[in-house]
């Protein structure tokens, strides 16, 4: 079977010279759906923004022809009072099968899009925060094939030290998803999130980050442990093992979608 591995470049670009300010472990470490490390330089007058895109295919031809094809934008937007984060991501995967007949057909075996928001007011102690939150995610082939959330409340930063970080955040949200079977199902949440930085080398960076949504009817779960090595000063190869859970699901679903990538991670 002849086989292919395409590692391609997402292009990201930045407003302002600041970027090159942030410190070594925001440089290093991997992006977070659920927290953002502002830079420990004071935020010149105005605003800046701090954008980095990732991206990772595979396909494949011969006796197994597909493509698979995983990718995320993430957006911050660091103010002197504010620092607001616009993430984008997907994935999908396409497999074509040969009938009994000869005919090829491409069957699609994965679908999910998902997009975010949040907005956190810095506190006037550093390290806390007021935060907004607002995702949304669209998984044609998940156990929830719609599942919105909105949340408020309290982060903190538990420990900051020169090579480790560790962020935690609490506060009521509401959820509205919708099951593969059409089910609908909606209420009240308490949203949780936790995010472990460390930084192994002065070219490799560890994190680790969980999230949780505890409803009346169901507790959504995701989390991601990630590994990324500097290439240069504004790229990185990053590995990560993602998974998503969900207590309550048809019959014919499992719990939980587990995913393993290889990107580029291009920034600046």
């Not at 506190?123 to 935060?131: E, I, K, P, S």
């Not at 020169?162 to 919708?178: A, L, N, Q, T």
Request: glycine letters at 8%; aromatic letters at 8%.
């Amino acid at each position: 079977m002849k086989s292919h591995i395409i590692w391609a470049l997402a292009l990201a670009c930045a407003r302002s010279a600041a970027a090159a300010a942030a410190d070594d472990l925001a440089e290093t470490a991997p992006s977070s759906t659920y927290f953002t490390q502002a830079p420990t330089t004071a935020i010149p007058e105005g605003s800046n923004w701090f954008t980095s895109a990732e991206l990772g295919a595979i396909s494949t031809s011969g006796n197994t022809t597909g493509t698979s094809v995983t990718g995320k934008i993430d957006a911050r937007h660091e103010m002197s009072n504010w620092s607001n984060e616009y993430i984008f991501s997907g994935f999908f995967k396409e497999d074509e099968v040969v009938n009994e007949d000869g005919s090829r057909t491409k069957n699609r075996s994965a679908e999910r899009w998902q997009v975010s928001a949040k907005a956190a007011f810095k506190l006037l102690q550093d390290g806390n925060r007021a935060f907004l939150l607002g995702s949304h995610v669209n998984d044609k082939f998940g156990a929830y094939t719609r599942y919105s959330t909105l949340a408020v409340g309290y982060g903190t930063q538990l420990m900051k030290r020169e090579d480790k970080s560790v962020d935690v955040e609490i506060g009521p949200g509401y959820f509205h998803g919708e099951s593969a079977t059409g089910e609908q199902d909606s209420g009240m949440t308490v949203h949780g999130a936790a995010q472990l930085r460390w930084r192994v080398s002065p070219s490799a960076a560890f994190s680790q980050t969980v999230s949780v949504e505890r409803g009346t009817t169901n507790v959504h779960t995701v989390a991601e442990t990630a590994l990324s090595t500097k290439i240069n000063g504004t790229m990185q190869m990053k590995a990560a093992f993602s998974a998503r859970s969900d207590s309550k699901v048809p019959e014919d679903k499992k719990n939980t979608d587990t995913q393993t990538s290889l990107t580029l991670v291009y920034s600046f």
